[in-house]
Nanobody, 114 residues
Framework: QVQLVESGGGLVQPGGSLRLSCAAS????????MNWHRQAPGKQRELVES???????NNIDSVKGRFTISRDNAKNTVYLQMNSLKPEDTAVYYC????????WGQGTQVTVSS
């Protein structure tokens, strides 16, 4: 059974930083692409960052230069380092992956506010 558990969210002032973690179990972590999505209030969920098995990353324009995705295959964990946070980054952040079917974590709330 696939389990994804996010952590690291919280309240931060504009310009601040947070690092999100997503611990995975029940999969061969080192062969899957891992993704971070977010959903802001009243908006559709969007893919923010992804990282393939070989470390190739992709992200959306609004986070370029500010967010960095990484993975530690020894710990079955994917990270999202978020710097220079803006109020518009406020959302619930989810990690997900495809392992037979799409699997999602429960999400972690990120609030950027002064």
């Amino acid at each position: 059974q696939v389990q994804l558990v996010e952590s690291g969210g919280g309240l931060v002032q504009p310009g601040g930083s947070l690092r999100l973690s997503c611990a995975a179990s029940g999969i061969f972590f080192n062969i899957v692409t891992m993704n971070w999505h977010r959903q802001a209030p009243g908006k559709q969920r969007e893919l923010v960052e992804s990282i393939t098995r070989d470390g190739t990353t992709n992200n959306i324009d609004s986070v370029k230069g500010r967010f960095t995705i990484s993975r530690d295959n020894a710990k079955n964990t994917v990270y999202l380092q978020m710097n220079s946070l803006k109020p518009e980054d406020t959302a619930v952040y989810y990690c997900n992956t495809m392992w037979g079917t799409w699997s999602w974590g429960q999400g972690t709330q990120v609030t950027v506010s002064s």
